[in-house]
Every structure is written in structure tokens, then in C-alpha cells.
Nanobody, 122 residues
Framework: QVQLVESGGGLVQAGGSLRLSCATS?????MGWFRQASGNEREFVAV????????YYTNSVKGRFTISRDHAKNTMYLLMNYLRPEDTAVYYC??????????????????WGQGTQVTVSS
């Protein structure tokens, strides 16, 4: 069973920064960050390939968020800069089964973390 443990959420003022971490176990696999605001469906934020060579971002976070991974630490990160109130949500990290490509669809992910709250005040 793959375990994903997130950390790094919190309360920040608009324009501020946070870095989320997702510690995982097992072999390297495609992973991503998704978020769910109150009353909304879970949505794609950023995903990264198993080797870390390619990343994809939803348009609203391009230029502000950076997804990365450290294979030695088996950890994925999401650096969030210039945060906006509309970024407020519970952020989840997710992983696919080994050997599957990165995907922007939440339904394609097999393993999920417990979620971490990010709140951006105006």
C-alpha cells in the first residue's frame, strides 16, 4: 500500500508563499497536487512525471506555483508564490500506479493523502 503524507499548509496573507510537501513510499510514480475548495469539486493544480522531467499546471497557477520532487527523499513539493484568496482550499497529493503516465484527471489517481488546508486572507 502506498502512503502519502502531506505537510506545509496554513494561513497566509495574499501575496505570500507556502511550500507543501508530500512524503511517499515505494517506487517512483507520476504524482500530482489537487485542491478542493468548499462546495466545489476536486480540481487539478499541478502534476509531475515519475522521473520529474515534465510538469503540467492549471492555467490559474502558472508562473506562481512550482511542482518538484526529490527522489532521494521520496518527497514531492508544491511551492506556491503570490498566493491569492481564490487559492484557498484543501490541497491533496496523489499518486498513480507505477508505470502510468501523469494525468490531470483526479479519477486517474489511485492513492491520496489526507489533505492539508491552505487559507489565503485578503
Amino acid at each position: 500500500q502506498v502512503q502519502l503524507v502531506e505537510s506545509g499548509g496554513g494561513l497566509v496573507q495574499a501575496g505570500g508563499s507556502l511550500r507543501l510537501s508530500c512524503a511517499t513510499s515505494g517506487r517512483s510514480r507520476a504524482m500530482g497536487w489537487f485542491r478542493q475548495a468548499s462546495g466545489n469539486e476536486r480540481e487539478f493544480v499541478a502534476v509531475i512525471t515519475a522521473n520529474g522531467g515534465t510538469a503540467y499546471y492549471t492555467n490559474s497557477v502558472k508562473g506562481r506555483f512550482t511542482i518538484s520532487r526529490d527522489h532521494a527523499k521520496n518527497t514531492m513539493y508544491l511551492l506556491m508564490n503570490y498566493l491569492r484568496p481564490e487559492d484557498t482550499a484543501v490541497y491533496y497529493c496523489a499518486a498513480r500506479r507505477t508505470d502510468l503516465a501523469a494525468s490531470t484527471l483526479p479519477s486517474d489517481y489511485d492513492y491520496w493523502g489526507q489533505g492539508t488546508q491552505v487559507t489565503v486572507s485578503s
